[in-house]
């Protein structure tokens, strides 16, 4: 137990100091910091703008409403950009040092490999799409909380904590891919895509695409699921498959990364 | 026991061949060819403690996949290598922590920051206690003469300084052994002699075993008495650099300081000629014609000064990748 405490302490300490080098890193860019943190901003508000105009249409969509839906983007934003900050961008990296060999300086140290590749370097620039998902997200709360069961909010929290890691163990196998095919880009550029089904409620899809989007590519853990269940949309037992899908998931990319590392070939110097 | 032990280590790579082209791109897309590269192939050697040894072969012969086994890095195809006692593909976090390979055309400074702050960064995962990192990073840098530039920007560090602020970021945990993959590469002559100097002292100094590439003789001539010479993934020569010119040296170099001119013809008459710029002349002999050779050119020219000699180490070298005699 002491020594489970003092690796945690140990990988804490060293994520402090990979913490630290990415401000001083961003505050040597600052202007270009500012410029990439406004893209996502016009992003979301283009998305508002979009999901507006369909409601001028339709009263409902999916048996959901505007601002359920409006909830729904800011829950799928606050996720997704947490994500993005602390290891999608590592991951979309580590594809590249696959390619380059840079890979080998990570190997070389008496560290987890993994969490080097995965929590390297954090993205600040999306804090200012961040702060803004979040204003999003409490806007919209506060326009349906007459709807909300407040005894829900843990199981709503476990929802979320489950959306972070599926998200991530799903971009974790992908990039390991790069291991064998040296490329893998395509296919996380591919699950990035196909993140587009959980912006909307999952009740427009047909049966078989919803059993594939809940079982075999979980994107729709990474807000639907949870948005659905605070809003009553679908019943306790969803939140009993999250933690088996995460355990699940874990074991895969365990071991595909570690088959992966056999295969791995690095580059002439 | 030996710190490095290497025993029929193999190591072949699945390469996809596809002819130049975009019609070799597409045909590449709908079958593709696949070549196996023996790029280590049956290679065994021991390295005791201490030792620094040369490592050296032409382009593509297998030593940096040499290095990259012995590291962990890459997973050997067959064979059995064991690195202080440690099996390297494991890679575990304590052998990981005794060991260092430096590859002189890969980095791992952070380009943004000063050099320090990667040192920080290592002292942290390497779990160096802060007195014992103190102590270290203040030899290593008096070593490498780098005091002034550990705040600077890596990207404003000219190669030089870069390489040894490198160096400082991988020896900082007192690696038992050290792998140096061309770690003068793209230096000048003053910062590959400073870097040559540093590597000797480190050996001496730590009693650290050190397997070193270079393509550069001379940073082998100075720094290993022993050496391993690899081709196409075959060792074809393990032992001490001296033997190398008692081994393939088939002849030896005669060179004359003449007193005055000689007309050419004279001279080709005696022996074949590898350089002539009066008044120096040097002739190209076999072993066992040395000494007959000698005695006709002190007999039919103007000598002022003769010496016998052999023939450079580079030479012998090239001579042995080119003309692949390995008899």
């Known amino acids: 137990m002491k020594q489970l405490v003092n690796r945690i302490k140990y990988y804490l300490r060293v994520y402090f100091f990979l913490v630290k080098f990415n401000v001083m890193d961003i505050l040597i860019y600052r202007a270009n910091a500012l410029v990439m943190g406004l893209a996502p901003v016009v992003w979301l508000t283009t998305m508002l703008i979009f999901l507006a105009t369909i409601f001028s249409q339709v009263k409902t969509l999916g048996g959901w409403n505007f601002w359920e839906i409006v909830f729904l983007t800011g829950v799928h934003e606050v996720i997704f950009l947490l994500t993005w900050a602390t290891f999608l961008t590592n991951l979309r990296k580590f594809v590249e040092e696959i390619k380059t060999g840079r890979f080998d300086q990570i190997l070389l140290k008496p560290i987890s490999s993994r969490f080097l590749v995965s929590f390297r370097n954090l993205d600040f620039t999306s804090v200012g799409s961040l702060l803004n998902a979040f204003f999003v997200f409490c806007f919209s709360l506060g326009k349906i909380i007459e709807k909300i069961d407040f005894l829900k909010i843990p199981g709503f929290l476990i929802f979320l904590l489950v959306a972070y890691f599926v998200c991530y163990f799903i971009y974790f196998i992908f990039a390991s891919l790069s291991l064998f095919f040296i490329n893998s880009k395509t296919f996380i550029d591919w699950v990035f895509d196909a993140t587009d089904f959980d912006r909307y409620p999952a009740e427009i899809y047909t049966p078989s695409l919803r059993i594939f989007l809940t079982f075999f590519l979980p994107i729709l853990f990474f807000a639907y699921y949870p948005t659905a269940y605070l809003l009553g949309k679908i019943g306790e037992e969803y939140l009993l498959i999250g933690p088996f899908l995460v355990i699940g998931l874990g074991l895969i990319s365990h071991f595909l990364w570690h088959f992966g590392l056999q295969h791995y070939q690095s580059a002439s110097s | ?327």
């Open chain 2, 1 to 327: 026991m030996a710190v490095v032990e290497v025993k029929n280590l193999k190591k072949y790579f699945r390469v996809h061949k596809k002819e130049p082209g975009l019609i070799g791109s597409i045909k590449s897309l709908i079958s593709r060819r696949y070549e196996e590269i023996k790029a280590i192939d049956d290679i065994s050697f021991n390295i005791e403690e201490g030792e620094l040894v040369g490592f050296i072969g032409p382009n593509g012969a297998g030593k940096t996949t040499t290095l990259k086994c012995l590291s962990g890095l890459l997973y050997p195809t067959a064979g059995f290598i064991s690195v202080l006692g440690f099996l390297p593909p494991q890679r575990k976090p304590e052998f990981l922590r005794q060991i260092s390979l430096v590859m002189g055309q890969k980095n791992q400074l952070w380009w943004d920051l000063p050099p320090l702050e990667t040192f920080q960064l290592n002292k942290e995962i390497y779990e160096i206690p802060e007195e014992k990192y103190k102590e270290t990073l203040k030899e290593l840098v008096a070593l490498l003469g780098v005091e002034d530039i550990l705040k600077v920007q890596v990207r404003k560090l000219s190669l030089g300084q870069r390489m040894k602020c490198e160096l400082i970021a991988a020896l900082l945990h007192s690696p038992k052994v050290l792998f140096l993959d061309e770690p003068t590469i793209g230096l000048d002559v003053v910062a590959q002699k400073k870097m040559r100097d540093f590597i000797k002292e480190y050996n001496r100094r730590y009693k650290a075993t050190i397997l070193l590439t270079s393509h550069y003789m001379g940073d082998v001539k100075e720094l290993c008495r022993r050496v391993l010479i690899i081709d196409k993934g075959k060792l074809v020569f393990d032992g001490q650099l001296s033997q190398i010119t008692q081994k393939y040296a088939d002849h030896k170099l005669i060179s004359v300081i003449l007193a005055q001119e000689v007309e050419e013809k004279t001279l080709k008459s005696l022996g074949e000629i590898k350089e002539f710029s009066f008044p120096k002349l040097v002739y190209f002999v076999k072993r066992e014609e040395v000494s007959k050779i000698a005695a006709k050119v002190l007999e039919n020219l103007p000598v002022a000064d003769l010496n016998i000699e052999e023939p450079p180490i580079e030479d012998i070298i090239r001579e042995l990748f080119t003309g692949k005699n390995y008899a």
